[in-house]
């Protein structure tokens, strides 16, 4: 008895779909381990750090998570994921491909903020996947106010 070719058509349009649709995880951000040095070049307890990150794609959002140096001045960064599915990933792989000049953006960028106890002393690293991590961040005096919270000092 012959099966119906229709039945393999259709487990393959079934499989194609699961494989569209399932939310696979990417690395938006890998953990870091960063020293935060003040003005001087002396570790800064206590330091505010900040990390916004995004894995760029068509509708994606920009996230970020506020919190303090520990004692040794260093300021750990945990690994942040994002889940997308590949329907929405290779329309957005193609629109980086035919506006590449435009510069839309596509894949893993994170950002690592350090702000004094000064509002006018912070610095800041973008970085993408493809970039060394840091191993420290130097505060600087800067022209401009920078507030980690929204226009809120800690």
Do not use: C
């Not at 259709?10 to 953990?31: D, N, R």
């Not at 035919?98 to 690293?125: M, R």
Request: hydrophobic share 40%.
């Amino acid at each position: 008895m012959r099966t119906n070719p229709k039945i393999y058509w259709g487990l393959g349009v079934i499989l194609l779909l699961v494989f569209l649709f399932y939310p696979w995880t990417f690395t938006a951000a890998p953990e870091m381990r960063v020293l935060i040095l003040d003005e001087n070049g002396n570790v800064a307890p206590g330091a505010v750090v900040q990390e916004k990150w995004e894995y760029k794609r068509i509708g994606s959002q920009e996230h970020r998570e506020v919190f303090r140096a520990g004692k040794d001045g260093y300021a750990i960064f945990p690994k942040q994921t994002d889940r997308i599915p590949l329907i929405i990933l290779i329309p957005s792989i193609a629109r980086e491909i035919v506006h590449l000049p435009h510069g839309y953006g596509y894949g893993s960028v994170f950002t690592i903020f350090a702000y004094g106890k000064d509002q006018f002393v912070w610095a800041y690293i973008p970085l993408s996947s493809y970039e060394p991590i840091p191993r420290e961040l130097r505060l600087k005096r800067q022209d401009e106010i920078r507030f980690p919270n929204d226009g809120k000092w800690p």
